[in-house]
């Protein structure tokens, strides 16, 4: 049952008193460092935050690594110009770190663990007080490997703190004319192996291009191509299926994919599910 108009205007409400709150708790800091990856969260907290902050007192800072898809760093960069967020790119390496490469359940934790490392290195160096990141209330009921390494490194995540969650976020994005607000949610490109599955950057070289093959022939909504061996499994949208699998669109979808250097391709008729991979590895929140 859709929700009633008085429904809608008491969530909208709602969330724009947890806005306020954010604004204030962001107020209380001296100079904030952003871990800024472009997707739905971190603009809108960035966003926030130079309202907040101004853009003296806030650096986003992008990390960049073959797991970084082009389309989200083409999504960050357009959103820090529009808006005016000031933005440091760095590198980090991951990649060179084989426990990461191996692709264990907790590979999260090595991938951030490398990037708040060396956010740690910037905040030391612009004398911030405070980084943050994007996560989200809803974050915290998933398995995120990736939040110990943030507590390990004093990270804040001031939106899961002050309970907002992602249809929240969305509300307010749009509302604040923030682009991402309708944006389908992009993990690393290395979340599209499952694990134990060794990362390379030919693998994920794989799945960025089929995924932006697909992009291109008008697929919209969430898209995963799901990397096993020399099959690709698509998931997409439920809402796109019955479209896409139709006799004169499926063999252009399929051609797309062989196209990134799969031999075979499937697709999954039970559409798009977050955190598919976690299923099939038994892996929950703890």
């Given at each position: ?11 909208a ?16 800091r ?31 800072v ?57 956010l ?13 990141d ?25 939106l899961?703190?002050l309970?907002i ?22 993990p ?28 291109a ?6 898209l995963?191509?799901r ?22 669109r ?8 062989r ?28």
């Amino acid at each position: 049952m859709a929700d009633t108009p008085a429904e809608i205007d008491t969530a909208a409400q709602t969330a724009r008193e947890k806005e306020l709150r954010l604004l204030d708790w962001l107020r209380a800091r001296r100079f904030v460092l952003l871990g800024f990856s472009g997707g739905v969260d971190s603009a809108y907290l960035g966003c926030v935050a130079l309202d907040a902050l101004g853009p003296d007192r806030l650096l986003a800072v992008i990390g960049r690594s073959p797991s970084y898809p082009d389309a989200q760093w083409d999504a960050a960069r357009s959103v820090a110009t529009r808006f005016g967020i000031p933005v440091l790119e760095v590198n980090t390496r991951e990649m060179l770190d084989p426990r990461y490469a191996a692709n264990p359940s907790n590979r999260c934790y090595f991938c951030k663990s490398e990037l708040w490392s060396v956010l740690e290195t910037v905040a030391a160096q612009r004398n911030a007080d405070t980084i943050i990141d994007g996560t989200n209330a809803d974050d915290t009921r998933d398995w995120r490997p990736g939040s110990k390494a943030a507590r390990e490194h004093d990270v804040r995540s001031p939106l899961a703190e002050l309970g907002i969650t992602k249809a929240e976020i969305r509300l307010l994005s749009r509302e604040r004319g923030i682009p991402t607000w309708s944006q389908p949610s992009s993990p690393c490109l290395s979340s599209r192996l499952p694990y134990g599955t060794a990362v390379t950057i030919e693998r994920l070289r794989q799945v960025e291009i089929a995924e932006r093959n697909l992009r291109a022939l008008g697929i919209e909504g969430d898209l995963r191509v799901r990397h096993h061996g020399d099959i690709a499994r698509i998931e997409m949208s439920r809402d796109q299926l019955d479209a896409w699998l139709a006799d004169d669109r499926w063999p252009r979808v399929r051609d797309a994919v062989r196209d990134a250097g799969f031999a075979r391709v499937t697709i999954d008729l039970r559409g798009f599910r977050s955190g598919s991979l976690n299923v099939l590895a038994q892996v929950t929140a703890a």
